[in-house]
Structures are given as C-alpha cells and as structure tokens.
C-alpha cells in the first residue's frame, strides 16, 4: 500500500471543505488545497500542504491544480470536489446566466476534474473521487430548484464514471449533505430532521475521509445521503 496518499479538495478555504481538509491531513494525507478566497492557502500552509487560489468554475484553475500537485507529488490518490453555492430563486425567475454559471459550479467543475485526474489514477493503479452534493439531489425542492436540477444530473454522471472506470479500481461517490452547521439554520430548519438537530461539518468530513479509504473499497456510484434522515425515499 502507499505509504503517502495525496489529496485534493476543492473550495477548502472555509466551511464543509475546510473540515474536510483537516480531517484528511489528520489521517496522513498530503493535501492540495483550492479556494477563490486565497483562504486554502493559509491552511495548506497549517496543515503542511499545498494551496492554490482559483476557481473551481475556471477550467484552467482546476489544470494548474492537477499539474502542481503532479509536479511536487508525482500522484494523486483521492480528490473531493466541494463548491460554492449555485443561484437560487423562484423556478422560472431564474435566467439563462444563473443557470449557466450554476452548471459550472455544481456538474461541469466534476467532469472537468475527472478528465484531468483519470489518466494519473489509471496509470497508478487506482483512485478514490468524492463529490458534495445535496440532499435534494433525489427528493427536488422548489427552495433550491438549480441545485436539485443539476445534482440529479450529478448523481446519473457518478453513475456512468463508475461503471465505467470500476474496472481500473478508480471510484466515484456523492454525499448529499442535509443541514449542515456550515450555514446558519433555524430552529424551524432542524424540526424538519428526524433527528432534530443540525448535522456538522464534522460528520460530513468524517463520511468523505471513509468514502476515499480502504474501508469504502468496494463502494462506487453511490450517493450516501448524511442528512440526520431528512429525507424519505427508499
């Protein structure tokens, strides 16, 4: 096994990708670290990494990510890919340019990445992809009707990446997190879970770090919903 594993997050700088950048680091990963605020570089220099500053929306942002880590590491093992926040708003009041820019953000930023490090993960031997979706991925809500739409589309994508390269131990997966206290809620928020309280940071960080292990070996194409069991289909 190798003894050094090289991750990347994407939008590490704060909140969920923040969190899932330390729990990485504290179980021996050496990370790659890619923020728009600058702010992954300040904890890439904490926690003995790498940090770039740039755009998970900017194809070329996400090249010289791949290449940097490439250059110092010559590997990458793991990548999670965490983004922004997509537009929001009334279903039909949303023009053309939200919708755009959101597939940038919530589908494109995933296929771009995996063209980027399948080819370095095939010709080491294997690889392990998270992706941070939503919970409404599979059950849409009028309160976020882009993220919805387009994480379905996220969910058939793993999908398809993982039939397609399980075969050359490379695997992909979602978690679609419910709400977590990277955002502020509202008592009225946690009422709706049946577990009756806001999920953490932490425990969505915990759940990416498992689903790039060993532990996760014979998981792939999933969407693993951590949502305190917020939502209802079977």
Do not use: C
């Not at 590490?12 to 890619?34: D, H, K, N, S, V």
């Not at 053309?96 to 399948?118: C, G, I, K, P």
């Not at 849409?140 to 994508?157: E, H, I, K, Q, W």
């Amino acid at each position: 096994m190798q003894s050094e594993r090289i991750a990347i997050v994407t939008a590490a700088g704060r909140g969920m990708g923040a969190a899932i950048a330390r729990e990485l680091a504290a179980q021996g990963y050496t990370l790659a670290l890619l923020s728009s605020s600058g702010a992954a570089e300040t904890l890439a220099d904490e926690l003995g990494g790498l940090g770039l500053t740039g755009s998970v929306t900017e194809p070329a942002d996400l090249e010289r990510l791949v290449n940097a880590t490439l250059e110092r590491h010559a590997r990458i093992d793991a990548v999670v890919n965490n983004t922004g926040h997509v537009a929001k708003g009334d279903l039909l009041d949303l023009d053309d340019a939200a919708w755009h820019a959101s597939l940038d953000m919530a589908l494109l930023n995933v296929v771009r990445m995996a063209r980027l490090v399948t080819p370095v993960m095939r010709a080491q031997g294997g690889g392990a992809i998270v992706n941070i979706s939503t919970f409404s991925a599979f059950e849409p809500s009028l309160d976020y009707p882009v993220s919805s739409t387009l994480r379905a589309g996220l969910g058939s994508f793993t999908k398809l990446y993982a039939e397609r390269y399980a075969a050359d131990n490379i695997r992909m997966n979602n978690i679609l997190p419910g709400f977590i206290d990277s955002l502020p809620h509202g008592e009225d928020k946690s009422a709706k879970v049946p577990m009756r309280r806001i999920g953490t940071m932490a425990e969505i960080a915990k759940t990416a770090a498992f689903l790039l292990g060993d532990g996760a070996g014979y998981i792939t194409g999933q969407n693993l919903r951590v949502d305190g069991g917020l939502t209802r289909s079977v």
